[in-house]
């Protein structure tokens, strides 16, 4: 079982802040063959050339907040494409413990983690890679002691656990981390539009694309927001 991770709105107080995994299954590396082949094909597109955003996608793969519409235009219809199952936990910062964000983020990623593994209980092993960033690395180390932890208090000590190995990478290492990253964008401007369920308003028919691929999207404030078992519609 593979996860890929990352967070969002990290260091911006206006915009929500975004722990998120994208579970793929066994398919995971044909989807990384053609989110590949798919960054190779738009690579070569000489009419983009020069384009400021488009180079900055040339040399880091895809990212969302940058990616021209010629280039998040392919990637979301890629995305329709292929099976996953998104998980998220999200805040405003008033219901999260930790005086920095970089505490917060860690309890973000003990939480949510901690839940996969239950969830996951009988796999053998869960693979996770969190895109790399400024300060995770710390994290990171202490991360897999804290989630196993947290997860025993959860269930029985004999209820087995899946070994958790956690790697950093980088986008181009791991294509597949664009997933998570254009997940969590779409997520992030619906909570900024009040959760808004107006047809007319992008950034409802953006969340709408993407909700069938939410499993659980958790506010520490809010609670549940939506779910396979309860979606928004």
């Known amino acids: ?10 260091g911006n107080p206006s915009q929500p802040l975004i722990v ?18 798919l960054y190779k ?13 488009f180079e900055e996608f040339r040399k880091k793969g895809f990212h ?18 292929i099976f996953f199952r998104a998980y998220m936990v999200v805040t405003d910062r008033t219901s999260v413990p ?37 300060g995770m690395a710390s994290i990171i180390r202490r991360l897999p002691d804290s989630v196993v932890r ?12 899946p070994r958790l190995n956690i790697t950093m990478v980088a986008k ?16 992030s401007r619906w909570l900024l539009a009040d959760r808004t369920t107006d047809a007319s308003r992008r950034p409802y028919r953006a969340f709408r694309e993407i909700e069938p691929f939410i499993s659980t999207l958790y506010s520490f404030e809010y609670g549940r927001i939506s779910s396979r078992k309860d979606p928004l519609h």
């Open 1 to 10: 079982m593979k996860l890929f991770m990352d967070e969002s709105g990290n």
């Open 41 to 53: 094909r738009l690579f070569a597109r000489s009419s983009l050339a020069g384009f400021l955003s």
């Open 150 to 161: 947290q997860a025993r208090e959860k269930i029985s000590k004999a209820a087995p656990l």
């Open 98 to 134: 930790g005086d920095t964000e970089s505490k917060r983020i860690e309890f973000m990623y003990v939480k949510l983690l901690s839940d996969l593994l239950i969830r996951h209980r009988r796999e053998p092993e869960l693979l996770c890679y969190i895109e790399q960033s400024e």
């Open 172 to 187: 181009r290492d791991y294509m597949s981390t664009a997933i998570v990253d254009y997940v969590m964008a779409a997520v």
């Open 20 to 37: 998120g995994a994208v579970e793929l299954g066994d398919d995971a590396d044909d989807i990384e063959e053609k989110i590949l082949n």
């Open 64 to 81: 969302s907040s940058n990616d021209p519409l010629e280039v998040s235009g392919p990637f979301l219809e890629l995305m329709r494409t």
